[in-house]
Structure formats: structure tokens, C-alpha cells
């Protein structure tokens, strides 16, 4: 089974609009970290946000926040008042204890495109 | 955030020669490196962990004498591509981690795009 599962092969937004990218995750692992990261057209990888299991709220960095649900084991990223530059590979990565929080764990991926 | 180096972005060779990929953690000490393979349109793919000062530890499937991976220490870790093939030919990337917590967070390098004729 997936770790990571990232449903959206593919996202269009208008400029300036909000954008909701999907994340679910599978573990039996009661301490865990989830993060986001952003990989442009030019390869470097990005990190944008991070959410640990025990976090009683949502993380905010700026533009992005990460709606967490812990129950339904979601970790969506929002990119409120999305720009051109945001257009760009996207992924969900999680971190587990029992790799001693070392193994990062990525989904496929989202791509973002953002139009004028 | 901090700062990780990769050298070279790009690299071409001959098939059967060895190429070095170097990544190094600039404004932190890495107590763990990873080394990373991603294919066109696809997620990254772990190939090893390192941790300075020992072994290399590689996933299944991985040809540790292959890849073979150098952590000389706190800033620098090496890959290299032995005796490389156009299957070889993948972006490259490694991540550093400054520490062993929840909360530390791998910080990426740029990538190394291989290509091997």
C-alpha cells in the first residue's frame, strides 16, 4: 500500500485564486511529520511547510497553510492567492519515528499551473 | 532555510567512465545525507542514507558498489557513479539533515542531471 497518496495528477488555477492540493497518508506510526515540498521546472526541491502528528494546529508559512485531519489522515496544502511564479511540481512527503525521523516517504506528485 | 550545494548541476559522459557528484551542506552542519534518484514525471526515489563518519546504509535494489557514497564529513558527502550506462542517466539530487528530530527538516540541493552516451 502507498504511504502517500497524492490524488491530483494535475491542477489549473486562475491567478490570485486559492488552490487546495491533496495528501493522504497511511501509518500505524503514532509520531510522525508531514511536509510539503515545491520542485520547479528547474529541479531544486523546495521545502514549503511542515505539520508534526502531535501539532494541535494547522502549520502556516505565509501563502501556504496545510489543512491537517488527522482522523481522515489528510494533509491537504492550500496556496491562498496563487501567483504565476507557484506553477510548479508538488509534493507530500511524510517522516516516521521508526525510521528515526530520517526516511522521507514522497507521493507521486501534483503539478500546479497557474494562469494570468 | 538552509542552504545545500550540489556540483555539478550537469554532467555528460561516456559509458563505462565514473562521474563524482558532490553535495555539500553550506551554512549547517548535516549529520545524515541522502542520496535521491528521480526519473522524468516521477517522485524521488531514495537510493541511500549517510551519516558522517560510517557506512553508507542503501535501499533495496540500490547497488552500493555501483553508487558508492562518501560522507568525509559534517558538510560534504560524494556520490559516485561508477563505470556509468545511459541507464544511469536520471537527475540526481541529495538532501542534508541537520539533526536527528521531529522537527529537523531535509533541506534539498539543487540536482545533478547525468547523462550518459
Known amino acids: 500500500a502507498q504511504k502517500i497518496t497524492q490524488t491530483q495528477p494535475g491542477m489549473f488555477v486562475q491567478e490570485k485564486e486559492a488552490v487546495t492540493l491533496d495528501c493522504t497518508y497511511d501509518t500505524s506510526d503514532p509520531s510522525y511529520g508531514l511536509f510539503w515540498y515545491k520542485q520547479p521546472s528547474s529541479g531544486e526541491m523546495i521545502f514549503l511547510i511542515y505539520?508534526?502528528?502531535?501539532?494541535?494546529q494547522n502549520a502556516t508559512e505565509g501563502r501556504y497553510s496545510l489543512n491537517f485531519q488527522k482522523a481522515r489522515k489528510s494533509a491537504n496544502l492550500v496556496i491562498s492567492a496563487s501567483q504565476l511564479g507557484d506553477s510548479a511540481m508538488y509534493f507530500c512527503a511524510m517522516r516516521e519515528a521508526r525510521t528515526g525521523y530520517s526516511t522521507l516517504t514522497f507521493g507521486k506528485g501534483t503539478m500546479l499551473l497557474v494562469s494570468p | 532555510g538552509a542552504v545545500v550545494s550540489q556540483h555539478p548541476s550537469r554532467v555528460i559522459c561516456k559509458s563505462g567512465t565514473s562521474v563524482k557528484i558532490e553535495c555539500r551542506s553550506l551554512?549547517?552542519?548535516?549529520?545524515?545525507m541522502f542520496w535521491y534518484r528521480q526519473f522524468p514525471k516521477q517522485s524521488l526515489m531514495l537510493m541511500a542514507t549517510?551519516?558522517?563518519?560510517?557506512?553508507?546504509?542503501?535501499e533495496q535494489g540500490v547497488e552500493k558498489d555501483k553508487f558508492l557514497i562518501n560522507h568525509a564529513s559534517l558538510t560534504l558527502s560524494t556520490l559516485t557513479v561508477t563505470s556509468a550506462h545511459p541507464e544511469d542517466s536520471s537527475f540526481y539530487i541529495c538532501s542534508a539533515m541537520g539533526g536527528p528530530f521531529e522537527t529537523d527538516t531535509q533541506y534539498f540541493g539543487p540536482g545533478t542531471r547525468l547523462t550518459v552516451l
Open positions: 549517510s551519516n558522517e563518519g560510517s557506512k553508507a546504509t542503501y
Open positions: 505539520q508534526g502528528s502531535y501539532d494541535q
Open positions: 551554512d549547517f552542519q548535516a549529520t545524515t
